[in-house]
């Protein structure tokens, strides 16, 4: 019996995890929370709100299934990570922000870092633990959201319910807004960077609108292995929560003989100026994806209450990202200062772009 600490249960990934803990009689939800909703009854543990770590601390989880959405979800990854339980880890923002400290908490604590996120699921089964100098890229597939194919132009005055309009996932607001800029896929980036231990030049990025491919892995012998199937989050959160077993989910397998293309392009980095924010950000290391992230939060927030345009969201973050020294965190207090300049300088940037 694997015993199951759900946080951010109310969100897109937090019901589906339910789903999935449901049907599984090896899983139990010992605990669940969330940033606002009653969730009364849903499991013995639960809590609304507040410091995600009592809960954690209170219900001694085997796994912590972290689908809160931001920065806030960075106490409960550090908590997991020094304490090596099982982190499946959706929460993407937390391990872009802290990076080297949670590397180094997840050292101390000697526990697995399970990705829920779809890609590093998919590139971690290709990779069974052969890291390393076997390895000669890893490539991620980005839908290209809702605005592939578009010109700056004619994005510059789209409204929050066309970027809300993804075309392959249902996902929550913030993350869906990520992938109609690909910062989303910054983001993924810098977390398979720190997941992988790979430098930057061995990621890539490609365009595939289907998202029937999820992530592949270039190997030096000049092969590459694909992880392929509908684009379900269901599949990846049962991965991370029965791993290593692989529980049946509901998920159909994709009709191959109906005909099945499999489309690739490059992103488009000039409109979609973002991706290569976050590629600078994180090759520039030390706080700066933090900041990266930080900036983005603001923005996204801004752009999703009507306050900034839809191109404004990258200009808030890349002038953000010029105002902060990036200097390396030493511990989590001076983490969260760069977070909070961050923040504050995107906040000041938003008054003249708005
Ligand atoms: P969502 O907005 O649907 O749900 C977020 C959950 O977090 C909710 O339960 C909410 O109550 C809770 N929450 C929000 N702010 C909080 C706070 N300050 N403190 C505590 N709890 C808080 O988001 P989502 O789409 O489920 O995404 C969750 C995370 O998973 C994000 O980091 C996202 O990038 C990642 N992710 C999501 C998907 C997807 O398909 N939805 C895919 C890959 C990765
Ligand atoms: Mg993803």
Redesign the pocket.
């Known amino acids: 019996m694997r015993r199951v600490a759900l ?8 019901r589906q995890a339910r789903e999935i803990v449901a049907a599984q009689p090896d899983l139990e939800l010992v605990a669940a ?5 009653p969730i009364d009854g849903l499991a013995p543990h639960t809590q609304v ?1 507040g410091d ?1 770590t009592e809960l954690l601390e209170r219900s001694q989880p085997d796994v912590v299934l972290n ?4 920065f ?2 960075l106490p409960a990854t550090l908590w997991a990570l020094e304490r090596g339980i099982a982190l499946a880890l ?4 937390s391990l872009v922000a802290a990076g080297e400290l949670a590397l180094t908490a997840r050292e101390r604590g000697g526990g697995p870092i399970l990705p ?3 890609e590093h699921s998919a590139a971690f089964q290709c990779l069974e633990g052969r890291e390393g100098e076997t390895v000669s890229r890893l490539v991620l597939t980005a839908s290209g959201g809702p605005f592939r194919g578009r010109t700056r132009a004619e994005l510059e005055h789209v409204a929050v319910d066309d970027a809300l309009a993804h075309p392959t ?1 249902r ?5 869906t807004v990520d992938s109609a800029t690909l910062a989303n896929k910054g983001l993924e980036l810098i977390e398979a960077h720190f997941l992988f231990g790979l430098p930057y030049e061995q990621v890539e990025v490609v365009v595939h609108p289907t998202s029937t491919v999820h992530a592949l892995v270039w190997f030096r012998d000049g092969a590459a292995l694909a992880h392929l199937g509908f684009p379900d ?1 269901r599949v990846p959160i049962s991965y991370a929560l029965t791993y290593p077993e692989r529980a049946a989910t509901p998920v159909e397998p994709l009709d191959l003989a109906a005909g099945l293309t499999l489309e690739f392009e490059a992103p488009d980095l000039d409109t979609f100026s973002l991706l290569g924010l976050a590629r600078e950000a994180g090759e520039r290391g030390g706080t700066y994806p933090c900041a990266f992230n930080a900036a983005n939060e603001v923005a996204v927030a801004a752009f999703l209450e009507g306050r900034l345009p839809f191109l404004g969201i990258a200009e808030v973050v890349e002038r953000a990202l010029s105002t902060v020294d990036g200097a390396p965190a030493a511990d989590l207090d001076e983490l969260v200062a760069a977070d909070d300049e961050a923040r504050r300088a995107a906040e000041a940037m938003l008054e003249p772009v708005a």
């Open positions: 946080l951010g249960a109310t969100g897109s990934i937090g929370s969330s940033g606002s909703t709100g995600l689908a809160v959405v931001g806030a979800g959706a929460n993407k923002e829920v996120d779809s996932w996902m929550g607001p913030k993350i989050m």
